[in-house]
């Protein structure tokens, strides 16, 4: 059973996160051979100010 586990920055809608659980789930099908109903994805969201890149 595929466990996917995505951070993203606040602020996405319920519609993209639902488009990108479906792209992802139809990806670890193809890829993996998961059943659908195997697939798991778990969203964390962060808050914008909770990240640094490159040190910053």
Do not use: C, H, W, Y
């Not at 995505?6 to 319920?14: K, N």
């Not at 990806?27 to 910053?56: H, W």
């Amino acid at each position: 059973m595929p466990n996917i586990t995505v951070e993203l920055l606040s602020g996405r809608t319920l519609d993209q996160r639902r488009e990108f659980v479906a792209a992802v789930t139809d990806s670890a099908i193809a890829i993996l051979g998961a059943k659908r109903e195997a697939v798991r994805i778990v969203f964390t969201e962060i808050e914008k100010s909770d990240v640094a890149n490159g040190g910053v």
